[in-house]
């Protein structure tokens, strides 16, 4: 019987088989989530620190699905939450100004990415899978090295 976070890799997978589409994703993937990360930082909605809040159930939820998933992309999780947190000091109030263009630009090219794909995004057919995107770059980024997941 199938894990259910190779199951949800397989669901994704159905809507990411164009090369071009997987490239788009390679890219826009990470600045998409590194957005909506630094949005929620810089709105500080519903309360401050709340992209922390975000990414610790994540790493709980991934952790249900793949221990050696979550260390990954907890580690970029960090890296991200770290960036974010310096460009904002740096930037005072101006973060805003660079997440929100990032977060939407992401999604477009994800979305032009699907249209060259001939299809939409998976989210759309299953809302489960809104976060399932960075751990299928890490599976197959592992898949390359042999690593199981």
């Known amino acids: 019987m199938p894990r259910k976070i190779e199951v949800l890799f397989e669901e994704y997978e159905e809507s990411h088989k164009n090369p071009k589409n997987i490239i ?3 890219i826009f993937e990470p600045l998409a989530v590194w957005g909506l990360l630094a ?12 992209s922390l809040v975000l990414v610790i159930v994540l790493i ?15 580690i970029i999780a960090i890296l991200f939450l770290i960036s974010i947190a310096v460009l904002d000091h740096l930037l005072m109030t101006g973060l805003l100004y660079i997440s929100t263009p990032v977060f939407v630009i992401s999604w477009v090219a994800l979305i032009i990415g699907h249209r060259i794909e001939g299809n939409w995004p998976s989210v ?19 898949a390359h090295f042999g690593i199981r997941i």
């Open 24 to 26: 788009i994703h390679w």
């Open 60 to 74: 709980i939820y991934f952790a249900s699905l793949s221990l050696r998933i979550t260390a990954s992309l907890s």
């Open 39 to 50: 949005t929620i930082h810089a709105l500080a909605f519903p309360f401050e620190n709340m």
């Open 124 to 142: 759309f057919n299953n809302p489960h899978l809104i976060f399932i995107g960075p751990a299928w770059l890490m599976a197959r980024l592992y």
